[in-house]
RNA sequence: CGGGGCGUGGCGCAGCCUGGUAGCGCACCUGCUUUGGGAGCAGGGUGUCGGAGGUUCAAAUCCUCUCGCCCCGACCA
């Protein structure tokens, strides 16, 4: 391609809206450009990415077995409707009306429409799996749109389905997918993690996001520093140390006048928050419900939650353990009224009967702990779960912190660091399938539903990711799999006939050679050329100066180390091919 | 949806408080010079001041409504 043929407006300054590197770089490269909050088109350099991202991710796909297929944008409500989806999805289904009345959605997902396809086309367990994918523009309409085309509204996605005839098999599928998903980001040059994740309402019986390490992420990431654990932080767990064993004398008041907090109350005691018991109380109704209060019985919407003083509560945890889908902690005067004292003294003994009381499971190895009195400026000290409160359920409550021990491996320390989710596999099983009553016949000539399972890849986003992770102050450094074009060809002055005339022989070779160039042939100064080859991020810029074509040779800089070497330019084409050919992999 | 802010040439912004008929830098167009790291000189303005009403002799500026966009929060991939 020949730069003053193209469509490649580079800006100077950041765009004012633009607050992330890759939102800022890729605007002024030139690959983008925002027509509504959230909706961009991609110019033609921000398109060849786009472009090699898709074809990583459909090579790797059909490698495990996939095959790609491509379903309409525009969906029916009436499928929505089957699965309840339609009311359930909210405002971000973008919901459109034709011109006879009749509603339909612009897709941000395509369970339905797939599970339509396959319950028309697949009657028998002979014909299964089926694993289908496709690459698509989705619309979900975000809230709140940010960060280019990290959150955009309208995006694209691989989204893949499989279908299987039992759990075994649709295992067996994931696991296919999750080796796809490692090599199409391998392959791609992120750094990454594969994370455990909280499979949330989707329903399925686990699920994996693929984070991209970047500081300007948008999730949490916890992860072993020594071996391959990870988990985003909803769903993380660690080792966490209890304090040395002690017996416990019996249970005794003692008044803490004025003094509430862990902390406070630790020093005023002279013992260390690792021995203490916060209690936490949570409302489980939706907000604005009214509680209904007993005389002194506990109102059953209220939970009193345990965990060790040194710690927080992880509300996803706890929701999920509750089995519910909303919390917040209760009102004062609710755990006033419940607990028999102020906020600030709860605590787990001598509750009313019918009190809810759970466990992080740090409370339940404690001994000689302390805790709060259900009254005024009064805490409990040697304090024995189990001998002096009971527990309804013991259950892993607790928020993973940087520091604590890895749950999965001997030794290892947990580490937090921002993360970009490029990716999200989930076992569906069968929630869609009943819904939409699509079913095979098993061998035994009975009806089943399909075992299923979904898998999405963000392709812009990735391309936004792999520029959070690779670039400088002077623009972005592509990895060659992903990058526009593999060689930058800079004439440094196009009005010497000598130099241009032999740029273009260069430029010839190079596209004889099938090398992947862009030929700077603008009549512009040598720096302006430079400066716009290292923005684009080109992995190799040949560089051809009145200079070296008197001594016949050029220069090959490397884009990522800056690296500059002389090449005779007979040697060039090779030479490209050979390091191209080693960036991308063999 | 709650809170804050912004819409002025292609991009980044000033002017608005205190109304007087639009300006700066870059970009762009023409010519000449220049060509190894965002050139210099000369000439050129390419603008419904987001839109609609209103106040006024006069509105980018004041008032009302409206649309769009950005930031923080809740939410989500």
Redesign the pocket.
């Known amino acids: 391609m020949r730069f003053s043929a193209a469509l490649i407006?580079?800006?100077?300054?950041?765009?004012?809206?633009a607050?992330v590197v890759s939102h800022k770089l890729m605007a002024?490269a030139g690959m983008i450009r925002?027509v509504?909050?959230?909706?961009y088109t991609y110019l033609p350099v921000g398109w060849r990415v786009l472009r090699k991202v898709e074809q990583i991710v459909r090579e790797e796909m059909e490698r495990a077995g996939a095959q790609e297929l491509r379903m309409p944008a525009v969906q029916p409500a009436e499928l929505w409707r089957e699965t309840g989806r339609w009311n359930v999805y909210g405002k971000?289904l973008l919901r459109v009306t034709d011109r006879h009345d009749r509603q339909f959605c612009i897709g941000?997902t395509h369970e339905e429409v797939i599970t339509d396809l396959v319950r028309g086309e697949v009657r028998s367990y002979k014909q299964l799996p089926v694993n289908l994918f496709q690459m698509q523009t989705?619309f979900?309409d975000?809230?709140?749109?940010?960060?280019g085309l990290?959150?955009?509204?309208e995006?694209i996605?691989k989204d893949g389905y499989s279908f299987d005839a039992d759990v075994a098999g649709a295992e067996k599928t994931y696991r296919a997918m999750a080796d796809a998903y490692h090599r199409i980001f391998r392959r791609m040059g992120l750094t990454f993690r594969a994370v455990e994740a909280d499979s949330?309402q989707?329903g399925g019986s686990f699920s994996h996001?693929f984070m991209v390490l970047a500081d300007t992420g948008?999730?949490d990431v916890v992860y072993c520093e020594a071996c391959d654990y990870a988990a985003n932080s909803e769903k993380a767990t660690s080792k966490v140390a209890a304090p040395e064993r002690r017996d416990t004398p019996a249970m005794e008041r003692r008044a803490t006048p004025g003094v509430h907090s862990v902390a406070d109350v630790a020093a005023f005691l002279n013992e260390k928050p690792e021995r203490f018991i916060k209690a936490l109380v949570f409302n489980t109704d939706p907000p604005h419900g009214t509680l209904e209060l007993g005389r002194k019985g506990w109102p059953t919407q209220l939970v009193m939650v345990l965990i060790r003083g040194d710690r927080e509560v992880n509300e996803v945890k706890l929701a999920n353990h509750l089995g519910v889908a909303e919390l917040r902690l209760a009102e004062d005067a609710d755990i006033a009224r419940a607990t028999g004292g102020p906020v600030g003294f709860s605590g787990p003994v001598g509750l009313p009967e019918g009190a809810r009381v759970v466990a992080d499971r740090s409370v339940a190895s404690l001994t000689d702990a302390v805790c709060g009195a259900n009254a005024a400026d009064t805490h409990l000290a040697h304090v024995l779960p189990g001998r002096d409160f009971g527990i309804e359920a013991v259950a892993d409550l607790d928020t993973a912190r940087a520091g604590d021990g890895c749950p999965r491996c001997e030794g290892g320390t947990l580490a937090i660091r921002r993360g970009i989710?490029v990716g999200?596999i989930f076992m569906l099983g069968t929630k869609y399938s009943e819904q939409m009553n699509a079913t095979f016949l098993d061998a035994g000539g009975r009806k089943q539903p399909f075992v299923m399972g979904c898998y999405?890849i963000?392709v812009g986003?990735s391309a936004a990711a792999a520029v959070e992770q690779n670039h400088d102050a002077?623009g972005i450094i592509w990895p060659m799999p992903i990058a526009p074009y593999h060689v930058a060809l800079v004439a440094?002055?196009?009005?010497?006939e000598a130099l241009a005339g032999a740029a273009e022989t260069l430029y010839r070779q190079m596209a004889d050679a099938g090398i992947e160039v862009l030929f700077d042939d603008r009549?512009?100064?040598?720096?302006?050329k430079?400066?716009?080859a290292?923005?684009l991020g080109i992995p190799l810029?040949v560089?051809?100066?009145?200079?070296?074509?008197e001594k016949g040779i050029?220069?090959v800089?490397e884009r990522a180390g800056g690296d500059?070497r002389e090449v005779p330019l007979e040697a060039v084409c090779a030479e490209l091919k050979q390091r191209i050919r080693d960036a991308l992999g063999g």
Not at 492 to 496: D, H, I
Not at 543 to 549: F, Q
């Open positions: 407006p580079t800006l100077r300054d950041d765009p004012a809206d607050e002024r925002k509504a909050a959230g909706i971000e941000p989705k979900r975000e809230i709140r749109p940010r960060f990290m959150r955009g509204r995006f996605m949330g989707i996001e948008e999730d989710e999200h999405g963000g986003r002077r440094m002055n196009m009005k010497s009549n512009e100064r040598g720096g302006v430079l400066t716009d290292e923005l810029i560089v051809l100066g009145e200079r070296g074509l050029c220069e800089k500059t």
